[in-house]
């Protein structure tokens, strides 16, 4: 079956910081990879996504590469701010049936001034 | 676009009663999501629609949750009864097309108490 495991949280860093979230994935299928934001009290919105094999994602300063020999998608980027604290969901669709979304547990990230 | 609304955005409720929770997709969106979210099982997938029909409901719980979607513009998420483990956060979502590619997006989602 699909699977997507990305690192526990809570991930506590300084503002400026480099901030890496690692996220990889068992699939059936050729997956499109999404990274999602959960920012307080809102729904999920779509922070970046990649749909083949080498395809770096990116928006608002994050980026992620679709690493098909590592079944990985990392999430990074160079330099947090307290906006950015927020719960970051890794997601996977095989498209096999509508683009039905698994989800990782999701991580948690907390930029401190 | 408004986006996809979801209301109400807070329920609270007594153990038995009816809950009826309701969202309106973006325009023009074929495929209807609802998810529930809570601490101890993260997301999770109940049902979707594609054009108004159920096509996969196998994350739906148990018997007490049911939902519909009489047209493209409204679906509804009903508990009878309630219980206190249904308090949750519940979201809808719409996507265009069902492409492996397609973005998915998210109502506010609402905050279900059940006392």
């Known amino acids: 079956g699909n699977s997507v495991t990305q690192m526990e949280g809570p991930v506590t860093l300084s503002e400026e910081a480099f901030l890496t979230i690692n996220c990889t994935y068992t699939?059936?299928?050729?997956?499109?990879l999404f990274w999602y934001v959960q920012y307080p009290g809102e729904g999920l919105q779509l922070l970046l996504k990649?749909?083949?094999?080498?395809d770096k994602g990116s928006n608002k300063g994050f980026e992620a590469t679709y690493r098909k020999e590592t079944t990985s998608f990392h999430l990074e980027k160079g330099s947090v701010q307290v906006s950015d604290s927020a719960v970051y969901f890794c997601?996977?669709?095989?498209?096999?049936?509508?683009?039905?979304?698994?989800f990782g547990g999701g991580t948690r990230v907390l930029v401190k001034p | 676009d408004a986006g996809v609304i979801q209301s109400p955005r807070h329920e609270v409720t007594e153990m038995g009663q009816e809950v009826t929770l309701r969202c309106k997709p973006i325009?023009?969106?074929?495929?209807l999501f609802w998810y529930r979210q809570t601490m101890m099982r993260g997301l999770e997938l109940l049902i979707y629609?594609?054009?108004?029909?159920?096509?996969?409901d196998s994350g739906m719980p148990e018997d007490r949750f049911s939902a519909k979607m009489p047209n493209a513009s409204f679906s509804t998420l009903k508990i009878q009864p309630s219980e206190p483990r249904d308090s949750a956060v519940y979201f809808c979502?719409?996507?265009?097309?069902?492409?492996?590619?397609?973005?998915?997006?998210f109502g506010p989602g609402t905050r279900l108490l059940v006392l």
């Open positions: 979502a719409s996507s265009p097309k069902g492409t492996r590619e397609e973005t998915q997006y």
């Open positions: 699939a059936t299928g050729y997956p499109s």
């Open positions: 990649a749909t083949k094999a080498d």
């Open positions: 997601a996977l669709s095989v498209g096999a049936a509508g683009n039905k979304l698994t």
């Open positions: 325009s023009g969106h074929d495929y």
């Open positions: 629609f594609n054009n108004n029909v159920p096509i996969d």
